[in-house]
């Protein structure tokens, strides 16, 4: 089974690879409690990048360390795709959603890193907490 990390950087790889706007990684390892150990947040332009965007993921991954998401949930709407990894959860929005529900600061007690991608507009909150 491949490192969390390794995951992570493979899962951000192939969202950034694909365009995914404001692509964040949320380290949740030092909260209390928490069920997963990181979340990795984007939205994309439209429902077919948001599908895009999900298959390039689960495809990319499976190639390149034979991991399999254990499931993955909104992919039928694709306007909050939720792939589950276990350790890791990768949450894929429409602009609309990501906007209302703000993942980012709900966890405002994680270290939150911006990563390399498509820009549109500044983050709302301060990077790298």
């Known amino acids: 089974m491949a490192q969390t990390e390794q995951v992570v950087d493979k899962i951000i790889e192939a969202l950034a690879d694909n365009k995914a706007r404001r692509i964040v990684k949320i380290d949740l390892r030092n909260i209390q409690n928490c069920f997963c150990s990181f979340f990795v947040i984007c939205h994309g332009t439209s429902g077919t990048h948001i599908a895009g965007l ?5 495809e990319k991954v499976r190639e390149d360390l034979n991991e399999k998401p254990f499931h993955i949930e909104g992919a039928d709407t694709a306007r909050w795709v939720v792939i589950d990894y276990g350790d890791i959860v990768v949450h894929i929005f429409d602009k609309e959603l990501r906007d209302y529900y703000q993942l980012e600061d ?24």
């Open 54 to 58: 999900t298959d390039m993921v689960e």
């Open 106 to 129: 709900f966890w405002a007690d994680a270290r939150i890193t911006p990563v390399a991608g498509e820009e549109e507009e500044t983050f709302s909150w301060q990077a790298d907490r």
